[in-house]
């Protein structure tokens, strides 16, 4: 079955303690990415990457980093979570196939409260 | 920066009543999304729509790209409870070719179906 997989499903952690969210598609898939999902705000990219080795930032890259050295694997890292990361993530997957026929396959989240 | 705006936020309906959601932006995108997520769950794809003016149906749900590919709306007949859920619009960056599958996503419309 196509699927990207998260872990953890649900995070509580105390600020200032590192931690990683991991990410897994079986797809194939060359675009990876990852969204922060907050009330009124919708889903906004943190970073994104375009094959292994390639990442780049998104709209709210401040406080995570990300790595790609497979391409079915794109953990995102938050060296020293703070409270305003508070908030419910999502990896996304797709092939590169051309501006405008992409689907982005999405993971079931992570809900990060960070005390 | 590239917004979307959706309205209404909130639509509470009874079961069998009609419904419009509406996407608009003040930029032109080279292709448009929607996506229902549920609880729990991660967003999935419903349609994509590339040329402006261009109408997709999908069962009760029709879909349609404004002239100007700067908004778009989606229209639910005869609305059922297995339709609620949020509903998203995402918009494909004109810049994509660069910036790879890049979407600039809406706030979101809460859709709830009474029976």
């Known amino acids: 079955e196509a699927q990207v997989t998260q872990n953890p499903r649900y995070l509580i952690t105390v600020t200032g303690k590192k931690l990683t969210v991991t990410c897994s598609q079986n797809m194939n898939h060359e675009y990876m990415s990852w969204y922060r999902q907050d009330p009124g705000l919708g889903l906004r990219q943190i970073y994104y990457s375009m094959n292994v080795e390639v990442t780049d930032k998104g709209d709210v890259p401040e406080g995570y980093k990300v790595s790609r050295k497979e391409k079915r694997n794109f953990p995102l890292i938050l060296e020293s979570p703070s409270p305003n990361q508070t908030s419910l993530y999502f990896c996304?997957?797709?092939?590169?196939?051309?501006?405008?026929?992409?689907?982005?396959?999405f993971g079931p989240g992570t809900r990060l409260t960070v005390t | 920066t590239q917004l979307l705006e959706q309205s209404p936020q909130f639509l509470s309906i009874q079961e069998g009543e009609n419904l419009t959601v509406y996407c608009n932006s003040s930029?032109?995108?080279?292709?448009l999304q929607w996506y229902r997520q549920e609880p729990g769950e991660g967003p999935v794809l419903l349609v994509t729509?590339?040329?402006?003016?261009e109408v997709k149906k999908l069962k009760r749900l029709t879909f349609q790209f404004g002239d100007a590919r700067k908004d778009s709306s989606l229209h639910i007949t005869a609305a059922q409870p297995g339709d609620t859920g949020l509903y998203l619009c995402a918009g494909g960056d004109s810049r994509s070719m660069e910036y790879g599958n890049k979407l600039v996503f809406g706030a979101g419309t809460i859709l709830r179906v009474k029976s």
């Open positions: 996304a997957s797709s092939s590169y196939s051309g501006p405008v026929t992409y689907e982005q396959y």
């Open positions: 930029s032109v995108f080279s292709s």
């Open positions: 729509v590339v040329t402006g003016g």
